[in-house]
């Protein structure tokens, strides 16, 4: 994952994720990880690609995050929204080092391991620094989705057939890196495509152990409140993975 794309891309990343409009945000991936962390006392969360620091201002205080990104302007911004915790520049796909024998009671990258070219070293630092019986809560795009593009949803043909366009999903089995630019951004940052075999045995592999899964699809009534076409409610967008060490 290239720094500086993602320190071009970082101010008008950082207005999407907090934006009230974000659909995929407020409707789905907010409301799941409140669900989840509200299940816990407080303790220390490791934040794996923490961007802006969006998880410290979307969880009460009775938690403490420590936050490592891979963009300078990310982490810059993290500290300009006043985002509680700690905040450094890293890079997840590689070793890293945070103090001597520190442990997490959790930890979490949400939105970040389909940017990534190295999920086995996240899922490492996963197991290094989280205590026995500690969690780890993953958010991804999920693998089959792929939303049309607006030229193609907004065609003569389209409009006068009033079909569905179709959601790409005929890739699904092959891996493929590419820049994609997010919901309209004009600053493309990194993709890439895995299969839910490629996310789930490189974990199994290193220890951690699957917990839970679960598919995020928004509802007619969520899709037409964000004013989103109908077609998206038929296609999850966002997968959760839940492992325990």
């Known amino acids: 994952m290239a720094i500086n794309i993602w320190d071009k891309a970082a101010r008008e990343y950082s207005s999407l994720v907090d934006s009230p409009s974000n659909m995929c945000y407020r409707a789905l991936i907010d409301p799941y990880l409140k669900d989840f962390f509200s299940r816990f006392s407080g303790g220390k969360i490791l934040d794996l690609g923490c961007g802006d620091g969006y998880l410290s201002r979307l969880l009460p205080d009775i938690f403490f995050i420590t936050g490592i990104d891979s963009s300078e302007e990310l982490i810059k911004i993290a500290k300009e929204k006043k985002s509680s915790g700690v905040f450094f520049v890293g890079d997840i796909t590689k070793k890293f080092s945070l103090k001597e024998n520190e442990e997490f009671d959790l930890a979490v990258s949400n939105m970040v391991l389909m940017s990534v070219d190295n999920i086995s070293e996240v899922y490492r630092s996963v197991f290094q620094y989280l205590k026995p019986g500690g969690q780890f809560v993953m958010t991804i795009l999920h693998p089959v989705f792929s939303r049309p593009t607006m030229r193609w949803f907004k065609t ?81 967008m966002v997968m959760v993975l839940i492992w325990q060490k």
Request: charged share 25%; proline share 9%; with cysteine.
């Open 156 to 236: 003569w043909p389209m409009k006068i057939l009033r079909c569905d366009p179709f959601a790409r999903i005929d890739g699904y089995g092959n891996f493929f890196e590419k820049n994609f630019s997010i919901l309209g951004l004009k600053n493309a940052t990194p993709l890439v495509h895995r299969s839910i075999a490629d996310y789930l045995q490189p974990a199994i592999e290193i220890g951690l152990k699957l917990k839970k899964m679960n598919e995020l699809y928004p509802t007619m009534e969520i899709v037409q409140k964000f004013n989103q076409p109908k077609f998206l409610a038929k296609y999850p």
